[in-house]
């Protein structure tokens, strides 16, 4: 026997085809795709009806999804806080009951807006809880995994999440009358209010209340105790920056609802030697004057596992010297690509460092470097030359500025003093 849903059962995640972690940003594309592709103008006649249905459910879908307050709300207590006559701003000239009835084929067992079927029913799942966690750049090239203890709420095992007692039976909720939320007002500037839908705060959104003797001794009817867990945290290696590590169904436990998920959002830390872009690596090295013109063998660099990098230059078959800006590529020595044995590059980014005037003082070793080094090749000859000074250790940062006494000045500004009379 076929079982009869309702719009209850809906996921609005689903419509828009996103995860229940997505970004406003990725609400936002996923509506813009499934308007596109189920657009009314899009269709033949005979399917317009069909699709206009549609498109008013991804578009309901949509103004749900994309305000933090009305998610919050979906989150928590599904569709039912939408229901006609209590949507809290959304409209009552449409019945998103009616809309994702008819858009999913659930329409006929529906006795009128926010009824609901007896048939079995796909529970509701929590909020995500989200965190931001810092990594260093080593932990990401390495992996990590560590445990932290964690407090979460539980359904109480005494009363199996009801907040009462055996044999107890609930009352319905004065305040909300049963509904589970409340209209609420909510100041949007000065001396301005508008609407929203809360929970209720009485009840905490069950619609029902305990008199005080029939509650649970443990819960002390709030259905959920508070519980201490260890759990653990897996970063794969070649994870980046941005990336989520999602611990699934370890958020807070709500009665009727599937919990949700605990997000931590990567931020990496900036290392003291290594830049990275995607899976490559970089770093700046140095080398005194002699290594880049007679080459060198030695470690250059400690790698993030430890490992100190060797370098010898010039490699063999080769004499071309190093100069400040030279780059060199290690393939294959750059961050791991996640859940692969691919690696990215290294590269190395060279430095010269030159002797300082303490070693060119003597004399004798400014010759030697006259007569090893090359000459200089085509020296211009002028019939006029100027001998001039200059500053050492002049930056650019002045070039371009106004010079002192060169400030611009206006004919006009010269003739605008006005003739004084002469004295008597």
């Not at 069909?50 to 008013?56: L, R, S, V």
């Not at 009616?98 to 799942?125: C, E, H, T, V, Y």
């Not at 055996?166 to 009352?171: G, L, M, Q, R, V």
Request: aromatic share 6%.
């Amino acid at each position: 026997m076929a079982v009869e849903s309702s719009a209850a059962d809906i996921d609005l995640y689903e419509v828009l085809g996103i995860t229940r972690s997505a970004t406003k940003v990725e609400v936002k594309k996923a509506y813009h795709k499934a308007a596109l592709t189920s657009h009314p103008d899009k269709v033949s006649e005979d399917e317009r009806a069909a699709a206009e249905i549609k498109f008013k459910g991804i578009s309901k879908a949509y103004e749900i999804l994309s305000d933090d307050d009305k998610r919050d709300l979906y989150d928590a207590h599904g569709l039912s806080a939408f229901e006609a006559g209590h949507q809290g701003g959304m409209g009552a000239e449409v019945d998103l009951d009616d809309i994702l009835a008819q858009m999913f084929g659930m329409g006929g067992g529906m006795n009128g807006p926010g009824a609901r079927s007896s048939g079995s029913r796909r529970p509701r799942k929590g909020g995500d809880e989200e965190h931001s966690y810092t990594v260093t750049l080593e932990e990401l090239y390495k992996g990590k995994s560590t445990k932290f203890a964690s407090k979460k709420n539980v359904i109480c095992s005494s009363c199996k999440g009801r907040g009462g007692k055996d044999k107890a039976k609930p009352s319905e909720c004065r305040s909300c009358q049963g509904r589970g939320v409340q209209q609420g007002l909510k100041s949007v500037g000065p001396g301005l209010v508008s609407q929203e839908t809360v929970v209720c705060s009485s009840c905490r959104g069950t619609g029902t209340t305990y008199k005080e003797k029939d509650r649970c001794k443990r819960c002390k009817g709030e259905r959920i105790v508070e519980q201490k867990k260890v759990l653990e945290l897996y970063i794969p290696r070649g994870s980046k920056e941005g990336d989520k590590i999602v611990l699934e169904g370890e958020a807070d436990q709500l009665p009727g609802q599937e919990p949700g998920s605990i997000i931590f959002n990567l931020k990496e830390t900036q290392h003291a030697t290594f830049r990275r872009a995607g899976p490559n690596l970089s770093a700046d090295v140095h080398v005194n004057l002699a290594e880049a013109l007679c080459g060198f063998s030695r470690v250059l660099v400690e790698h993030l596992d430890g490992r100190g990098i060797r370098i010898q230059h010039p490699q063999r078959g080769s004499r071309e010297p190093l100069r400040p800006g030279s780059v060199i590529k290690i393939p294959g020595d750059g961050m791991p690509h996640k859940r692969s044995e691919l690696r990215g590059d290294l590269f190395l980014i060279f430095t010269i460092d030159f002797p300082d005037m303490t070693w060119l003082m003597k004399e004798h070793r400014v010759e030697k470097l006259k007569e090893l080094l090359p000459k200089a090749s085509n020296p211009l000859q002028m019939e006029m030359v100027d001998d001039v000074g200059y500053q050492e250790n002049a930056t650019l940062d002045e070039f371009g500025g106004a010079s002192e006494g060169d400030q611009w000045e206006d004919e006009e500004d010269e003739d605008s003093t006005q003739p004084q009379c002469a004295q008597q």
